[in-house]
Every structure is written in C-alpha cells, then in structure tokens.
C-alpha cells in the first residue's frame, strides 16, 4: 500500500455511518485535487477499501462517478487509473473558467468568500517561502475555489470542485513545478487587490489575462513529444 493510499485512513471520520459511494467519491477528489494521486497511476481496489472500510461494491460505484468526470480511467482486464487529461482538455476547461471565474469576479465579493481568498493567498506565500511546489499548487487550487463562491451557487460550486480536480492533474505535466506555480503566488494577490478595490471590470480584465497565462503554460508543457 503506497503512502497516497495509506493515508486515506484519516478520512474515515468523513464517511459517518452510512459510507455512501458520493462520499468517497468526494474524499478522493479531493486527494486528487491535493496533488497526491497522479496521472496514470493504478488505484488498487483492496487497498482503498481497506484504507476507507468501505466495501468493495462501494468503491466501485465511487470509481465510475470519478470516471464520469473525467478523473478515472477504467482498463479492461488492468483496473482502474488516474487519468491523464489531453491538451485539448486544458482548453476547454479554461473555456469554463473564464464563464466561472469572470462571472465571480464581477460580483460584490460576500465576506465570507473575500475571507477565504485572503486565506489563500497567504497560505500559497508561506508555502512558497518554504518551497514547497505542492503545497502551493494547492493554495491555488483553494483560491479559485473560492473565487468562484462568490457566485453564491451551490451548483457551480459543485461543477468548480470537479473541474479542478481534474485541472491539478493536468499540473503534473509540467516537469518544473515552480515555474508554473510561482508567477501566480503574486497574481493571486494582485487579483485580491482588485476584487477589494473595484471596479469589477479591472478585476475582470485581469483574471482574463491570468487564464490565459495560465492555458499556454500548460499547453505549452504538452509538447509535440507529450
């Protein structure tokens, strides 16, 4: 059992007493979402469900849920893998970012949300300082999640959590974690400076030249060899 898997453990708690198939099917977004599954990887049935408790039947119905968004890969006769998405992937997601992401941003910014966007901001600088790549991949994650709360819709929250988790696999192509993710410890804090500071259409304008930043990197990162 890998450590990735072996962790697991400590979300048990998260399952309550009826473990329902959503419920591990969010459980392992969200790990996928934290970086610590990557593409291609097999996800072993024995000990998921061991790490979990859940049963086997269980695990399964939360794998194809995660392959209808696009996180899994079911192998005939080899099992089940964490996929890869393609070039073309990154675009379209970035097609339903900017809709997402530049509708938020051009709304008042409730409390709560401005809140947790600070508190990723910060979080992404402290791991920086420690260089930890990872770390700050996944404040970047947590800030546009909550850039998108600000909508104010439980739906598009939902379609933002599954859309990102499939984003972080995609950020295992680039070779050099720190030259995707640095530029955007300071972009986020730019960003939150305009939300706080209005009007929304300079907040908008620049989260529109951030995503586009953001696309040809990782476009880029595909290759003609990749």
Do not use: C
Not at 42 to 62: D, H, P, Q
Not at 67 to 90: I, K, Q
């Amino acid at each position: 059992m890998d450590d990735a898997v072996a962790d697991l453990s400590q979300d048990r708690p998260r399952l309550g007493r009826s473990s329902t198939a959503e419920r591990v099917a969010d459980i392992l977004r969200d790990r996928i979402s934290e970086g610590f599954f990557r593409p291609g990887q097999r996800l072993s049935e024995e000990s998921i469900s061991e790490a979990l408790g859940v049963s086997r039947n269980t695990l399964r119905e939360a794998f194809r849920l995660l392959s209808h968004e696009r996180l899994l890969d079911h192998r005939l006769n080899r099992g089940v893998f964490v996929r890869l998405p393609s070039a073309a992937d990154v675009i379209d997601l970035y097609r339903v970012r900017r809709v997402l992401e530049g509708a938020a941003v051009r709304r008042t910014p409730p409390e709560r949300a401005l809140a947790l966007i600070k508190e990723t901001v910060l979080d992404a600088e402290r791991a920086a300082a420690q260089n930890d790549w990872q770390g700050v991949g996944t404040a970047n994650i947590r800030f546009h999640q909550a850039l998108v709360s600000m909508n104010e819709s439980p739906r598009i929250d939902e379609a933002m959590r599954q859309l990102l988790a499939e984003l972080r696999l995609v950020f295992h192509v680039m070779e050099n974690p720190r030259a995707l993710h640095e530029p955007f410890v300071d972009r986020n804090r730019i960003l939150l400076g305009l939300i706080e500071s209005g009007p929304p259409e300079k907040a908008a304008a620049y989260l529109d030249d951030y995503l586009d930043h953001a696309e040809r990197l990782l476009v880029h990162a595909y290759g003609p060899n990749r």
